[in-house]
């Protein structure tokens, strides 16, 4: 099992409806990732979290809003999205700065979330 | 011109074949070199990683990594259906931020 717990595992909104992704990890990694994977896409980054607070936001839509609220979890708050945004939704953790060698992200299994 | 070249196949091998997936990548700054793979409809895990060039084996997996030819591989052995999944490469520089390939999907028949 991975080491990265992402709730719900599938989710279907329609276009007003305000939902939130939920992303957990216990491994004391002081970096957090969302990602977006569309299919037969890599993953693109979305936000990354370090020590709590938001490093980088890759010119994200607002409609997107993440949220750390302490060390092991993370947040990614959903409003008024697009049929577009349907993709599976990835949380990933790292040592983060600081830590030496290779930027090794553990991926959690993903959110895949549907746009009506 | 993309920052890391994959291709995507699909690629489909007989069971126990030697299955080779490479990537190429534009920017020499780029020090760690990974694997990832991920299965349908899962979130990718981590394979293997190098640091610079040379090979590093785990098991039926190996990775190479040419520095001055900017090409990186993995080689499978005795290849089996449970290694059906996309293998996506990876990599990064001093800033740590990954730069993923595109992802080449395998297919290992029985």
């Not at chain 2, 011109?1 to 534009?26: F, R």
Request: proline share 6%; charged share 20%; aromatic share 10%.
């Amino acid at each position: 099992d991975t080491e990265v717990t992402q709730t719900p595992k599938h989710l279907v909104m329609g276009m007003t409806n305000k939902k939130s992704l939920k992303c957990e990890q216990h491994m004391g990694h002081r970096a957090m990732y969302w990602y977006k994977q569309k299919a037969k896409k890599p993953p693109e980054l979305m936000f990354v979290y370090s020590y709590e607070k938001l490093s980088i936001n890759e010119s994200v839509p607002s409609r997107f809003s993440p949220e750390c609220p302490n060390s092991s979890l993370l947040n990614l708050h959903l409003h008024a999205l697009q049929p577009e945004d349907s993709a599976l939704y990835l949380c990933a953790s790292s040592q983060g700065q600081g830590a030496t060698g290779a930027n090794v992200l553990t991926f959690g299994a993903g959110s895949r979330l549907t746009v009506l | 011109q993309k920052e890391v070249e994959q291709d995507p196949g699909p690629l489909s091998v007989p069971e126990g074949a030697i299955v080779s997936l490479n990537c190429t990548y534009s920017n020499s700054a780029f020090q760690y070199f990974m694997w990832y793979r991920q299965y349908s409809r899962k979130g990718p895990e981590l394979l293997m990683y190098t640091y610079s060039s040379g090979n590093k084996e785990d098991g039926r997996f190996t990775a190479q990594v040419d520095k001055s030819s900017k090409y990186i591989s993995l080689f499978i052995r005795d290849s089996q259906p449970s290694d059906s999944a996309t293998y996506l490469c990876a990599m990064s520089g001093s800033a740590r931020q990954l730069t993923f390939g595109s992802g080449t999907q395998l297919t290992v028949l029985p």
